[in-house]
């Protein structure tokens, strides 16, 4: 399901909401960037927001860690692969890619070995596509969020 706001002439926002076993296959990511350019007909930004919160630890099957990387690691570097492109087409300074991350990258977490160790790898990613994109233009950077307590 997709849903478009349109906040002023120049300004969408492009919300996506699908299974989180999409953006865990290359052709997906690619299709769902295709539509946007055919929507809209250009992407300034991708924040990428999806995650599988599969906490797991001693107890981890293959098709947990597998499920894990799939989605919270391949799909944020397929995202990337397919929107690139286009964001070299964007403005210049107004270029950029933004993965999620989480605290649980870099603070130990009880039972989270799968989702730290995939937020962990969102963080190498960033750093490497960084040098990369840089080359092009694009900015790449994190938000590393935690827990919120209300």
């Avoid at 919160?53 to 990387?69: N, P």
């Avoid at 286009?86 to 950029?96: C, G």
Wanted: aromatic share 10%.
């Amino acid at each position: 399901m997709q849903v478009n706001l349109k906040l002023s002439n120049n300004l969408f926002f492009v919300y996506f909401f699908t299974e989180l076993k999409n953006f865990s296959k290359k052709e997906n990511c690619e299709s769902s960037v295709s539509s946007v350019i055919s929507d809209f007909g250009k992407i300034n930004h991708l924040v990428y927001s999806v995650a599988y919160f599969g906490s797991k630890a001693l107890d981890a099957t293959e098709e947990d860690w597998l499920k894990s990387l799939m989605v919270n690691v391949a799909g944020a570097g397929f995202m990337i692969s397919a929107v690139t492109p286009h964001l070299e087409k964007a403005e210049e300074k107004r270029r950029s890619v933004c993965l999620l991350t989480s605290i649980s990258a870099s603070q130990a977490q009880w039972h989270r070995w799968t989702y730290g160790a995939t937020k962990g790898a969102l963080m190498s990613l960033v750093r490497h596509a960084t040098l990369e994109l840089g080359q092009k233009e694009i900015r790449v950077n994190s938000v590393r969020k935690g827990q919120l307590c209300i």
